[in-house]
């Protein structure tokens, strides 16, 4: 899928912690329980894939609930 190793849509775990303020640990575990989509580097490292609109959706239920 030519979309997947866009660079563009690969975030490393701490960037992608930071938009959900979670741990950059917890965004490595929902990796490695098939939660979102990711590949390694030929150094090992994680990189998640997610399109902004991926983005978008995860993002909405997170930030309603820190509304109410």
């Known amino acids: 899928n030519k979309n997947f190793h866009d660079a563009k849509n690969l975030h490393t775990p701490a960037s992608l912690a930071a938009e959900f303020k979670?741990?950059?640990?917890t965004v490595s575990r929902w990796a490695?329980?098939?939660h979102v989509?990711?590949?390694k580097t030929p150094s090992g490292q994680r990189?998640?894939?997610?399109?902004p609109e991926e983005l978008s959706e995860y993002l909405e239920p997170k930030?309603?609930?820190k509304e109410k």
Do not use: F, L
């Open 37 to 39: 989509r990711y590949i």
């Open 22 to 25: 979670v741990h950059p640990k």
């Open 63 to 65: 930030q309603n609930n």
């Open 47 to 51: 990189r998640i894939h997610m399109t």
């Open 32 to 34: 490695d329980a098939g």
